[in-house]
């Protein structure tokens, strides 16, 4: 490992943990490789490959023209001819340009008959970094409705560079969508296992034990569930149990139908609008398969139903805030 593409094993933020991750399955497997636009001699939009390209060469870092359209389709065409790569979209914003290759494509190929596309489409997501309504864009719900496609979002450093050597791994297509304001957050930053491991595709996470009422949530919100939970113990003397979903497709039903029947009082979280969210999906399941167990109605907590305003304090209006999440839990708790 080249000093620039070097990472130490301890103290790993978010991005750094990506990074490690995709840089071990490149070193383990010369079938792996990068696509994307600037991931070669710029080292990425947001840094995360820089030096690769001096360490593993331009055969296997393809900086790319300005088209998620063709990024979509190489990375298709060469997982059939047995390669792995890993494309990177600088912001997940454009994935709407490969939306069709992702879902009439890479999604169905196996189902068809033509192989499966063992491929990773990843990128920054979220909210709450001032990127405005074209840099912003949370797009699980966009794939959510696409059988083929296997999503995940982490929160955590252990879990970002787990999931990634997942997803690489995965014989399926996986969309890998990454907070950007999690990336270089020092409070995530966090020691890593030397030896070599993995987070399950499909497996969601408890974040923290409560008995009182469950929040479900993913990515950056997992943070302000867990501010929230904090902030309800000292004032309110609440146990709120967070889970974290980690896997947006599939869904872990187990551990949902678990902290529903723990609890019976669940408020779900997400940071994409409310209307078509997967909080919708995330309730009907509930609804279907543990409605006896429910002492209070599931309460959903989301952005509005607008683009993401760039102005700093409507950004903070539109998404969900801390005091809207501890209020919310309140009525729970109450009801």
Known sequence: MTSTAKQET???????????????EMTRDESVFVIGEDIGAYGGAFKLTEGFIDEFGAERMIDTPISEAAIVGAACGAALM???PVAEFQ????????FDMLTNYAAK??????????????????????GGPFHSLNAESFFLNTAGLKMVEPSTAYDAKGLIKAAIRDRDPVLFFEHKKLYRLPRLREELPEDDYIVEIGKARTAREGKDLSIITF?????NALDAAEHLEKEDGLSVEVIDLRSLAPLDKEAILATVKKTNRVMILHESSLTGGI?????????????????????????IDAPVPFAPQM????????????EACRKLANY
């Open 315 to 326: 950004e903070d209006y539109f998404l969900p805030s801390l005091s809207e999440i501890t």
């Open 10 to 24: 301890k103290g790993l933020t978010l991005i750094e943990a990506i990074r490690q991750g995709i840089h071990e």
């Open 279 to 303: 909080g919708g999906e995330l309730s009907a399941i509930i609804a279907e398969e543990a409605f006896e167990w429910l002492d209070a109605p599931v309460i959903r907590v989301a952005s």
């Open 109 to 130: 190929s196996r189902y068809r008959g033509c192989g499966g596309i063992q491929a990773v489409f990843r990128g920054p997501c979220g909210s709450g970094v001032r």
């Open 82 to 84: 047995g390669m792995k």
């Open 91 to 98: 912001f997940i914003d454009f994935i709407s340009c490969g």
């Open 219 to 223: 990515g950056a919100q997992v943070l």
